[in-house]
């Protein structure tokens, strides 16, 4: 058996002592393997299906209008985005295009030349204008909040296109790197209109064959894709098997070749299957409840804080993440450049202190607050890890489950059925991007498209437009504490990478969102 761990974990941005670093990684306690191993190296070999056993159904094949974390991994078979990111650091890089800022608040996008959509129209200058124009106006697009700063996208050449901001915003090209810069066939788009979640049309590494709603996704490869010599394989099959213990026997049985964030109970499975290769390594993904705070209780922001004071962070993820975790006290791990320790510690487990901040509330002495879980066996546990938690202090959670698209849906879309959510944030490759998409008026993941604060929105403007890592971090210590203070939402435990590899499959890297791509991958 082998484990993959990160050839560096150095930085995320910017550079942290290496120590540091691997405090996080020791949790695992993996060894000390620097290497990539054996099994993810040799010669790439062409050809070839990878059969992958997938946990989540998509909740859109089309990067604006979905709303699920877990769409990355489908999605990114099928688009490629303007700018991409280092695996270990998230340091953006160029991908479609080179960008440059020829001043603070102009960015431009030189698209490289040869690109065609999967229908043989052109990844051209108009073509980038449309999705940009698109993502930020549409009426169902769930991105207007990543791409605010923009003011006009100009076609300034065949191949060029120029974005006036209305600010500074350092984290626009991170922004493009993730579902706002994937880039989708404008002909597509308006011939098949809402179809488009269904039959997505990009420019990525492989084409979409067909999608059978929880049960499977098939993509085949682009003979005419621009990166010479990918991808590797012919085509990929993601079978939908909600049950983690089903998805890791048809690897087992080798009916699949690969399955990806499993729950850490699995790892001694893993371990014991001859043929299986045990994958893990650090990631953003954050466990955390998210609240309604417009509507019934959660209004009152003496019963947010007295859920924070409550919870046991250390007991939940020993009993509902196999213990393999960190503890969060905000959306970003101890690890990464713009952590703040003094507002991580805001909320130690203190039932007493959260029992007194119920009293004042003045709510009675038995609150119900009404939560959309998912009903896979690992959330069922944790729905009922957070039920007796909150109990301890009078407040009577309802839980209504289901799957992940459907309950979040219902949280997050125009429903607004729930009073808060059990889920995760899967990460962003910029922090402000994580603060602006759950904590922007009108923001997606802010089910009450309710302002926070004035304060707080000034400070999701200023943390795109400083430049300095000092500066940014500044800033963000700032909004954390407001944000965290004001308890609008409660953060449980950062999630490790658990994944299982067949034999066939050579060349995969893990990467720091916890959300696979597979164009390395080869088989064997």
């Avoid at 098997?241 to 070749?257: E, H, P």
């Avoid at 905000?330 to 901040?357: C, F, G, I, N």
């Amino acid at each position: 058996m082998s484990q993959i761990e990160k050839p560096s974990f150095d930085v995320l941005m910017p550079a942290l002592p290496r120590r540091q670093a691997l405090a996080w990684l020791g949790g695992l306690a993996l060894g000390s393997q620097m290497a990539m191993p054996a099994w993810a190296q040799g010669a790439v070999k062409r050809g070839g299906v990878l059969r992958i056993a997938s946990l989540h159904n998509p909740s859109s094949m089309d990067p604006a209008t979905g709303g699920a974390g877990t769409d990355h991994s489908y999605l990114w078979t099928v688009y490629d985005t303007l700018v991409e990111w280092d695996y270990d650091t998230l340091r953006t890089r160029p991908g479609m295009a080179d960008f440059r800022f020829t001043d603070p608040k102009t960015l431009v996008l030189d698209i490289k030349p040869g690109i065609t959509f999967h229908d043989g129209t052109a990844c051209d200058a108009a073509a980038v204008k449309f999705n940009l124009d698109r993502n930020r106006q549409d009426a169902r697009s769930n991105l207007k909040a990543d791409l605010g700063s923009i003011d006009a996208v100009d076609v300034t050449g065949p191949q060029q296109v120029t974005l006036k901001l209305k600010a500074p915003d350092v984290a626009l090209p991170a922004v493009l790197s993730d579902r706002a810069g994937m880039m989708v066939s404008p002909k597509a788009v308006q011939a098949l209109g809402n179809e488009h979640d269904r039959k997505p049309v990009g420019a990525g590494p492989w084409k979409f064959v067909s999608w059978a709603d929880n049960q499977k996704v098939v993509v085949t490869r682009n003979d005419k894709y621009w990166r010479a010599g990918q991808p590797n394989l012919d085509g990929i099959e993601f079978s939908v098997i909600t049950d983690q213990a089903t998805a890791l026997r048809s690897v087992v049985a080798g009916q699949n070749d690969f399955v990806y964030a499993l729950s850490a109970r699995y790892k001694p499975l893993i371990e014991r299957a001859k043929e299986l290769t045990f994958i893990t390594a650090p990631t953003l993904y954050v466990i955390q409840l998210y609240f309604n705070w417009s509507r019934g209780p959660l209004a009152n922001a003496k019963v947010r804080q007295a859920i924070n004071f409550a919870l046991d962070r250390k007991a939940f993820i020993a009993a509902g993440m196999g213990g393999l975790g960190e503890a969060a006290g905000m959306q970003l791990p101890s690890t990464h450049w713009a952590y703040d320790k003094a507002v991580a510690e805001l909320y130690p487990h203190d039932l007493e202190r959260a029992r007194k901040l119920m009293a004042e509330a003045g709510l009675g002495n038995n609150v119900e607050i009404t939560f959309g879980g998912y009903n896979d066996q690992d959330n069922v546990r944790r729905n009922e890890i957070v039920m007796e938690q909150l109990g301890k202090i009078g407040i009577r959670c309802k839980f209504t489950t289901g799957t992940i698209p459907e309950i979040s849906g219902q949280f997050f879309g125009n429903e607004k059925k729930f009073d808060a959510l059990l889920s995760a944030w899967t990460g962003r490759p910029d922090p402000s991007m994580t603060y602006a998409l759950m904590y922007a008026k009108d923001a997606y993941y802010n089910a009450g498209r309710a302002e926070v604060s004035p304060e707080v929105s000034a400070l999701l403007v200023e943390s795109r437009q400083k430049s300095s890592v000092e500066e940014r971090r500044a800033v963000f210590s700032k909004l954390q504490r407001l944000i965290m203070e004001g308890a609008y939402s409660a953060p449980l435990g950062f999630q490790f990478e658990v994944a299982a590899a067949g034999p066939k499959i050579k060349g995969f890297k893990p990467n720091l969102l916890g959300k696979p791509k597979f164009t390395d991958i080869s088989q064997a």
